[in-house]
């Protein structure tokens, strides 16, 4: 009987911010960590490993910008602190990025985990603070 692999990262409900584009971007980040996972752990060359890697910066990328034009549109209180955490986070993976890439760091479940708590603890402790605000402006 073949069983599921037990995913790296679990989406779970309790992190919906409640802005449905965003919440999505959420969901493929969770999606994209878990193919990054996978490629890691079954041992994929580094061309694939830094093909998705790849995605998951410009798609984090991506995904900070349409949080921050959302932020900047409706004049959220806390956005300077929000993308400033984005910044940080950014810099962290640019760093690596290119590490990677000139073969002087590899993949490893140390990075795995330091990425998907930021994002878990970015959505809960960061993002879902936008969430009520965002919503109180029609922002669905
Ligand atoms: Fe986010
Ligand atoms: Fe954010």
Avoid: C
Wanted: cysteine-free; glycine content about 8%; aromatic content about 10%.
């Amino acid at each position: 009987m073949a069983t599921a692999a037990a995913q790296f990262m679990v989406w779970q409900d309790s992190w919906l911010v409640g802005v449905k584009v965003l919440d999505s971007q959420h969901k493929q980040l969770v999606t994209l960590l878990n193919e990054l996972h996978d490629a890691m752990k079954s041992g994929r060359g580094s061309s694939i490993v830094g093909g998705i890697l790849n995605s998951l910066v410009s798609y984090t990328h991506a995904h900070f910008a349409a949080e921050e034009q959302l932020m900047q549109m409706y004049a959220y209180p806390d956005f300077k602190a929000h993308k400033r955490e984005h910044q940080k986070l950014t810099g962290q993976v640019l760093d690596f990025q290119e590490k990677f890439s000139n073969g002087t760091a590899t993949l490893s479940i140390d990075v795995m985990q330091f990425l998907s708590s930021w994002l878990q603890n970015h959505i809960l402790g960061t993002d879902k603070k936008y969430g009520p605000f965002l919503q109180s402006k029609g922002v669905k």
